[in-house]
């Protein structure tokens, strides 16, 4: 046993291990570290750290919350047998295996939908074209038909049912697309610019370093099973934003300029990114400058150490404590730093901004319609779609139309909407007379391009409101009454989870049961925050209103807005609030 405990604590670890070992053949499984007979008293393989810190936790007295039991009783991906047995008889997971089917990107998502939702994992949200058709087969043969862009530029597969789920991950595995990780205590879909290697103004290419990451995660069980969930995303300065301030780890590409130093060496100019921690806006958070800039080629080890540190020192006791964010608050940047520091077996490079160059700024209107790109005579067209929401027939139109049109990228975005790229000029009427055709469109109101939504009650268990088509009926009450003249954020999520960031809108609306008498009866309806914001115009949005009825939002989004275009001009902030 290693000698990094002292003897109380090896006791303590003897006694976890047991006990989760009874835990084990309780359920009819083997010994924990190997064969019969051949139980280890202390943690071993690539769950170790992580059966490390549970017992860490166990020693100074605290209570391990019940995910952390159900992982070291059986890890999730030692149970596929058991979901394949559970879904050829038609049987939906208990908490426990509903839990442990979302390390296979599996959300049994009841009462709401009585059926599975899958989140896939598409590392800096780009597919090629015959990938989304694929998809598009898959939604139809086992699905509900339709799927939805996510804001981690993401695709969500709905209305599974039970017998359907292994063939739906399956299928996604012959299309060489996984869902592995994509849900429960893992490290996410990683996200990176949506016009990565196109784009005129961008500093770097994200596209390797995002997938370079996606697969460090997916060869290395020991990334799996982290206190909470864990968010990446890599930003190369490019047109549209990747929002990577809203990410427990944002790498945000700078350039340096000459003449800075460290410690009295010199640093060398030139591309780097700037590492940001610690965001997670349903906290109220956005991720913090800490000074440390990596080398691009870094990036992998650095986010690597990160984990780990993570891994040994978030809260398993507390589920609404155990992200990163809490880490930091406890101990502090500087102290954490030097814990990453130890784990890399080596120094951090620090940098004043004074020797950053100002960024490129974003186009908030970039991620819709066409774009001239960086390779001369060809363009990004961003498709408009409704909150999200792609039918099947919609998303092999979109598949057809990048094979013969574009480049065959099809590229989601973290705006909930899609790009096609490499359309050369000949070809951009074709591409928007086939958007057309069904149902679709790059052009779209100022108010729609930044109105997003999460999936809601339609859907989701949790949400006090029905964000999609709440978001929808504000879009069309107030586009006949009220004209932006420049782009305006409204996100609507659900719940306290933030799925659509709701803190970072201009507008921000997160769903609420409203009370109407004193009986204690409710409806559906919303909480409002205004002056959110992302990047150089980061915050957080505060309360506005409360309680709000879902039939009364539109009426009241259409108010702030007008209010905010009589008096912008005399205030500081130029979005409302």
Avoid at 300 to 313: E, G, H, K, P, T
Avoid at 348 to 356: E, Y
Avoid at 401 to 419: E, K
Wanted: glycine content about 12%; some cysteine.
């Amino acid at each position: 046993m290693s000698d990094d405990f002292t003897p109380d604590q090896k006791r303590y670890l003897e006694g976890f291990v047991s006990g989760m070992q009874s835990a084990r053949t309780a359920r009819g499984l083997g010994p924990l570290g190997g064969a019969p007979g051949a139980a280890k008293a202390a943690p071993s393989g690539p769950d170790k750290e992580h059966a490390e810190a549970q017992a860490r936790t166990v020693a100074a007295g605290g209570k391990l919350v019940d995910q952390e039991k159900w992982k070291a009783a059986e890890h999730p991906f030692d149970a596929y047998a058991r979901f394949k047995e559970q879904a050829q008889a038609g049987i939906y997971p208990k908490p426990e295996d509903n839990f442990r089917w979302r390390y296979h990107g599996l959300f049994y998502v009841a009462p709401a939908q009585n059926s599975y939702m899958c989140r896939l994992r598409i590392p800096n949200g780009i597919l090629r074209a015959w990938q989304f058709a694929g998809v598009a087969d898959i939604a139809e043969s086992f699905g509900g038909g339709y799927s939805h862009v996510t804001t981690r530029a993401n695709l969500q597969i709905r209305e599974i049912a039970a017998e359907h789920a292994p063939l739906l991950l399956e299928g996604l595995a012959d299309l060489g697309l996984t869902a592995k990780g994509s849900g429960a205590d893992n490290i996410r879909n990683v996200t990176g610019s949506a016009t990565a290697g196109i784009d005129p103004l961008e500093l770097i290419d994200t596209r390797p370093h995002a997938r370079a990451w996606h697969h460090h995660i997916l060869n290395d069980r020991s990334l799996y099973g982290l206190p909470r969930k864990f968010n990446v995303a890599f930003d190369g300065a490019g047109s549209v934003a990747t929002l990577e301030d809203t990410n427990d780890i944002g790498f945000q590409a700078i350039e340096v300029a000459e003449g800075a130093t460290f410690e009295g060496q010199p640093v060398e100019p030139g591309i780097w990114y700037r590492l940001a921690l610690g965001g997670i806006t349903g906290h109220r958070d956005l991720a913090r400058d800490t000074g440390v800039i990596v080398t691009p080629s870094d990036a992998i080890a650095v986010a690597d150490a990160i984990v780990r540190v993570f891994i040994a020192n978030g809260d398993r006791t507390d589920r609404n404590r155990s992200r990163l964010k809490y880490v930091l608050d406890a101990w502090g940047f500087d102290k954490f730093l030097a814990a990453v520091e130890e784990k890399l077996g080596r120094g951090l490079i620090r940098l004043d901004n004074a020797f950053v160059k100002p960024r490129p700024v974003y186009d908030r209107l970039a991620h819709i319609g066409v774009h001239g790109q960086a390779q001369p005579g060809l363009n990004w067209i961003g498709v408009a779609l409704p909150v999200g929401k792609l039918t099947a027939q919609q998303m092999r139109v979109i598949a057809s139309i990048a094979q013969s049109c574009g480049d065959g990228d099809i590229r989601l975005t973290v705006w909930q909407n899609l790009l096609i790229s490499g359309v050369p000029d000949a070809k951009i009427e074709d591409v928007l007379a086939n958007l057309q055709a069904v149902g679709l469109s790059a052009e779209t109101s100022i108010l729609r391009a930044g109105l997003i939504a999460c999936t809601g009650a339609t859907g989701c268990k949790f949400a006090g409101a029905h964000t999609k088509e709440d978001a929808l009926a504000i879009a069309a009450h107030c586009e006949p009454r009220i004209t932006l003249d420049t782009p305006v954020n409204i996100h609507l999520t659900g719940c306290h989870n933030s799925c659509a960031q709701h803190y970072i809108g201009d507008l921000g609306l997160i769903g609420a049961k409203v009370p109407i008498n004193d009986d204690g009866d409710t409806v559906p309806g919303y909480h409002v925050f205004v002056g959110g914001g992302f990047g150089v115009e980061g915050g957080i949005g505060r309360e506005f209103r409360t309680n709000v009825k879902a039939e009364d939002a539109p009426a009241l989004v259409e108010a702030i807005l007008r209010s905010w275009q009589t008096h912008r001009g005399s205030a500081r902030s130029s979005a409302p609030g």
